[in-house]
């Protein structure tokens, strides 16, 4: 005769392995775009690391809504933007680690000094420029451009249409270049 306790216990178990095969499964198939999404929010890969084992925990304790999650690709990047947007308020210091890798791989170039000096400056510039625009406007551009996603991965992302994506891309595009047609008119006394 089979204790019906031990039936439970047994059910529980057998439950749980499936649950933990399916977060496997989840994370095979999407660590890799979570970790992106991260990273593009945070341009620091320990928090990108973070933020995406955070994503993988919003993700196990939601656990028993899994099969109302139509899209899984779509809602672990959302979650991942999210958090990294949550820890990114937290703790917006920037880690100096990327930049120094960008230093020594201009200088594996065969970079000069100067030509160096000049990137980092760029680097900087865009970097202030990117920073100034609207936070609506600064996603989508950094999802864009620096981890390449294209407008129906950001759409699914940020949550928001595909239509308002391109819309959001071509307005921070010409923002920026507006901005740096004013600089470069100032630097050249125009």
């Known amino acids: 005769m089979v204790d019906p306790g031990q039936a439970v216990c047994s059910e529980r178990a057998t439950i749980m392995e499936a649950a933990q095969d399916e977060l496997e499964a989840a994370v095979r198939e999407h660590g890799r775009t979570v970790y992106r999404v991260a990273f ?4 620091n890969h320990h928090d990108a690391e973070d933020a ?14 899994w099969s109302e999650i139509r899209d899984r690709r779509a809602w672990l990047a959302r979650t991942a933007w999210r ?5 990114r308020k937290t703790n ?17 170039q065969g ?8 990137q980092e400056q760029m680097t900087a ?12 406007l600064r996603g989508v551009l950094t ?19 595909e239509g308002s994506v391109r819309t959001r891309l071509m307005r921070a595009r010409e923002i920026l270049r507006e901005k ?11």
Not at 52 to 65: D, G, P, S
Not at 111 to 118: C, G, Q
Not at 125 to 136: G, H, N
């Open 180 to 190: 740096l047609s004013t600089l470069m008119e100032r630097k050249h006394g125009r």
């Open 40 to 43: 593009a929010a945070l341009r």
């Open 92 to 108: 917006p210091e920037v880690g100096l680690e990327e930049a120094a890798e960008s230093l020594r791989q201009l200088r594996a």
């Open 143 to 161: 999802l864009s451009t620096v981890e390449d996603l294209n407008s129906v991965e950001i759409s699914e992302v940020l949550g928001i249409p």
């Open 83 to 87: 958090v990294a947007l949550d820890r």
């Open 125 to 136: 510039l865009l970097a202030r420029l990117i920073a100034s625009l609207p936070e609506d």
């Open 52 to 65: 995406a084992q955070e994503t993988y925990l919003r993700f196990w304790r939601n656990r028993k809504r």
């Open 111 to 118: 970079a000069s000094p100067d030509e160096i000096a000049a």
